[in-house]
């Protein structure tokens, strides 16, 4: 199959890991007989630098045109002093938005090997596997008015929702639990906030669609307790933009490090935007120790959600629990038995296990 992928590297360590993602996505074109055409373009600081714009019109024209986007991340305080609409951030917020990702996939699933990194209770975390579906373009942080008012005395955010947005999220989460263990947590406020009120209406409507999915609503606090208690008892949870950005980084402990998650952004027709969920770690760039696995994983999501690719995402991540298997890790890890490597070392180690097993 040829496919065509854009590569947004962005600032910090993401150059780094950009690399360790091309040497995986080309012994997967290898292996498998499929050919990929990679293709890098501007976001975030660096393009700030070179464009003076976050966002150019160029990346999003290429990003448009692709059939998958794989980025790092972005950011960094070399341009923390910019005007909150000439951030970096920006950049992420904006393509995500252009191109209608709406919903965002945070797969959390400890490797056995890993389970003794986390600081957590390993009996807590053994055999926990949950998918995360955060919505990702509206809510509060694209509602208006978010200003200052009253003369700089007050301030207003707006939590909005159209029924539209919250029926695609809504219905992406039963199709996904239909393909997992068939148990879907609902996730919102509902005691409190008339938009949680409205999703949860939602969930309950759309369930009568979905009779083999078992759904269980949870408020946004007791979730937040539950998932560092009992992680064991979730399989798919769904919840609104704010919510899933929190919940979804306190998940992140499950597994032992932050450089370890990956995610997608993905709309109805299967284009994706694949990314680590970590950011741009301006305190080790440059260094060449990055944990690469996150974005590796990331390119294992974009084969199986935007190429259907099942058999070449399997590959991926059977290599790297192999890695891990093996005693390799890097420094985010805070395990001590095993061979510290470098970024360049894992990524090599990947693609040894790669073409071993194939
Ligand atoms: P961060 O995720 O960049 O780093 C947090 C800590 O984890 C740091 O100590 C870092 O060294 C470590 N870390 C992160 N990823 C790692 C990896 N792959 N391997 C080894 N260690 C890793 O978050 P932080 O420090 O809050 O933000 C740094 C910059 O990144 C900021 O400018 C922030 O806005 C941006 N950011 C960007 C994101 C994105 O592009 N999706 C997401 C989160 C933050
Ligand atoms: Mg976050």
Redesign the pocket.
């Known amino acids: 199959m040829n496919k065509q992928i854009v590569l947004l590297p ?1 600032d ?2 993401g150059s780094e ?1 950009m690399e360790s993602a091309e040497k995986v996505l080309d012994a997967v074109a290898g292996e498998f007989g499929h050919s990929f055409t990679l293709q890098e373009h501007a976001i975030g600081g660096a393009a700030i630098d070179q464009y003076d714009t976050p966002l150019p019109e160029t990346t999003i024209e290429a990003c448009q045109k692709a059939d998958a986007i794989l980025l790092g ?4 305080p070399k341009w923390d002093a910019l005007p909150a609409d000439k951030r ?2 920006k950049g ?1 917020l904006g393509i995500r938005k252009e191109l209608g990702l709406f919903a965002n996939l945070r797969p959390v699933k400890g490797f056995p090997s890993l389970l003794h990194a986390s600081p957590l209770k390993e009996h807590i975390i053994d055999g926990s596997d949950i998918l995360i579906i955060r919505e990702l373009t509206g809510g509060l942080y694209f509602g208006k008015p978010s200003e200052r008012q009253n003369n700089g005395n007050a301030v207003v955010d707006t939590l909005h929702y159209h029924r539209d947005e919250m029926e695609r999220i809504i219905d992406k989460a039963f199709q996904s639990a239909r393909l997992r263990h068939h148990h879907l947590t609902s996730v919102d406020k509902a005691n409190v906030l008339e938009s949680s009120r409205m999703w949860r209406e939602i969930v309950e409507e759309k369930s009568k669609a979905y009779p083999d999915v078992v759904v269980e609503h949870l408020l946004v606090d007791a979730a937040a307790m539950k998932l560092i208690t009992q992680p064991d008892q979730f399989d798919v949870m769904v919840t609104e933009n704010m919510f899933g950005d929190i919940l979804s980084d306190e998940a992140s402990v499950l597994t032992g ?3 370890m998650l990956p995610s997608a952004s993905v709309r109805s027709d299967g284009v994706g935007l694949y ?2 969920v ?7 760039a440059g260094e060449g ?4 696995l ?1 974005t590796i994983l990331s390119v294992a999501l974009m084969l199986r959600h935007s190429f259907q690719m099942e058999a070449e995402a399997a590959a991926v991540e059977r290599a790297v629990r192999e890695c891990l298997e093996q005693g390799y890790y ?3 890890l805070h395990i001590t038995d095993g061979q510290l490597v470098s970024t360049a070392q894992m990524t090599e180690a990947v693609l040894e296990n790669m073409t071993v097993k194939s």
């Open positions: 962005g910090g360590i890991i991340a972005v950011g960094g970096p951030e992420l490090s932050l450089g990314e680590p970590h950011g741009s770690a301006p305190d080790i120790i990055a944990n690469p996150g890097t420094s985010d």
